[in-house]
């Protein structure tokens, strides 16, 4: 890391000017966390309490061009400050640049704003005005081209603002206007039941080793003997497993049926989930 970029880090975690940061990465030789004992030191910044804030409020935004469909989070400490002018100005042109870099971290920092400054310069500027802690949290992007891209907002703060959001990409060619009506409920099934994969065959294996390790402590005590255990257990992570896959998930609409039943009803026959994302603030 360049020492500008180091002077930028440290302005980001301290809030100090840039000239104390420069002077102060000069003085460590370099070293991020000896620069910021030393301004603590000379009470030029309250590091050691901002670095152990927790930014867990915020807000979502959704931008949308020809070819790409972007979702961005953007968090800060207080409820107040998501709903500060200068806080969704930034977040709303922030997710307007997110979509053109299809949700490049290294490339949205340093990819400059309207007036003339870089997005992690901004950010620095933003932190030392608010007086909050202030992060780039989760993005997603996909793509427009041959797909229906849908979203979802809920508690919406302002415009197109949101403390939940959901996208959703599905491929199909049909122009049927049930297709359009199942995107929509869809991306409202995902915020609600919050399934952590497509199909249950697709679950992250260490979420599973995790849900095994749960449900073996839970039954280790249970006096039961080891066979019927395992049996329990076995059932236990198969059910795991279908409640947190889309498509086996009860629908939200008619816990009768499930996802894929749903969709099975609409008869399209090209039809299929490309992908999907969903981000709650503060989760």
């Known amino acids: 890391m360049s020492d500008l970029n180091k002077v930028k880090e440290l302005r980001k975690a301290t809030g100090a000017g840039f000239k104390d940061c420069n002077n102060a990465i000069k003085e460590a030789g370099g070293n991020l966390d000896k620069a910021i004992e030393i301004l603590r030191v000379k009470g030029i910044s309250k590091a050691s309490k901002k670095m152990s804030r927790s930014a867990n409020e915020g807000?979502?935004?959704?931008?949308?061009?020809?070819?790409?469909?972007?979702?961005?989070?953007?968090?800060?400490?207080?409820?107040?400050?998501?709903?500060?002018?200068?806080?969704?100005?930034?977040?709303?042109?922030?997710?307007?640049?997110?979509?053109?870099?299809?949700?490049?971290?290294?490339?949205?920092k340093n990819q400059k704003m309207n007036n003339g400054l870089s997005v992690d310069e901004n950010l620095v500027n933003l932190i030392s005005k608010i007086g909050e802690k202030i992060t780039i949290g989760r993005l997603?992007?996909?793509?427009?081209?041959?797909?229906?891209?849908?979203?979802?907002?809920?508690?919406?703060?302002?415009?197109?603002?949101?403390?939940?959001?959901?996208?959703?990409?599905?491929?199909?060619?049909?122009?049927?206007?049930?297709i359009q009506?199942?995107?929509?409920?869809?991306?409202?099934?995902?915020a609600a039941l919050n399934p952590l994969c497509l199909k249950e065959q697709d679950l992250d294996v260490n979420i599973i080793n995790k849900e095994k390790e749960l449900v073996y402590e839970e039954l280790k005590n249970s006096?039961?003997?080891k066979d019927i255990v395992e049996k329990i257990a076995e059932g236990k992570i198969k059910k795991f497993k279908l409640d947190n896959s889309l498509l086996s998930q009860d629908w939200v609409l008619d816990p009768k049926k499930k996802v894929q039943d749903i969709i099975n009803e609409l008869n399209v026959d090209d039809f299929s989930i490309k992908s999907?994302?969903?981000?709650?603030?503060?989760?």
């Open 59 to 108: 807000v979502i935004v959704f931008s949308e061009n020809k070819k790409n469909f972007s979702l961005i989070e953007i968090n800060c400490e207080t409820d107040f400050v998501a709903k500060n002018d200068d806080f969704i100005k930034f977040a709303k042109e922030l997710s307007d640049i997110n979509a053109t870099v299809e949700s490049n971290l290294d490339k949205l």
């Open 140 to 178: 997603k992007t996909i793509s427009n081209e041959n797909v229906k891209n849908f979203k979802y907002l809920h508690t919406v703060v302002k415009d197109n603002l949101a403390k939940l959001g959901v996208l959703l990409s599905i491929e199909t060619k049909s122009d049927n206007g049930k």
């Open 276 to 283: 999907f994302y969903r981000v709650k603030i503060g989760e």
């Open 181 to 190: 009506e199942f995107g929509k409920q869809l991306c409202m099934h995902i």
């Open 223 to 225: 006096g039961k003997p």
